[in-house]
């Protein structure tokens, strides 16, 4: 049974920098697709960052420059690197898989 864990994330202040790591545990083959998504309060999840095995990941327009995103193409691991944190930043984080699979998500706080 594939299971997503997730770590990082907290209060971080306005103007900081946090990095969220994302693995998969359990699958015998590297996944396709990793992604970061995230929802904030008042709004629907979007997607923040993905990365596809062996192609250039990519970050939500609305957050390149700030958001940057890694992956190891031989590793089940994703990690999202979040820079000038913003208020606004504040929300649930999810990981998600191939687009089926969720992580329980951890909570990202920056104050103001």
């Known amino acids: 049974q594939v299971q997503l864990v997730e770590s990082g994330g907290g209060l971080v202040q306005s103007g900081g920098?946090?990095?969220?790591?994302?693995?998969?545990r359990g699958p015998a083959f590297i996944l396709h697709r990793l992604a970061w998504y995230r929802q904030v309060p008042g709004k629907d999840r979007e997607l923040v960052a993905e990365a596809k095995r062996k192609q250039a990941p990519n970050v939500a327009?609305?957050?390149k420059g700030r958001f940057f995103v890694s992956r190891d193409s031989n590793k089940n691991t994703i990690e999202l690197e979040m820079n000038d944190r913003k208020p606004e930043d504040s929300g649930v984080y999810y990981c998600n898989s191939d687009y089926t699979l969720w992580g329980q998500g951890i909570q990202v706080t920056v104050s103001a």
Do not use: E, H, K, V
């Not at 920098?17 to 998969?24: E, F, G, K, N, Q």
């Open 61 to 63: 327009n609305n957050l």
């Open 17 to 24: 920098s946090a990095r969220l790591s994302c693995t998969a």
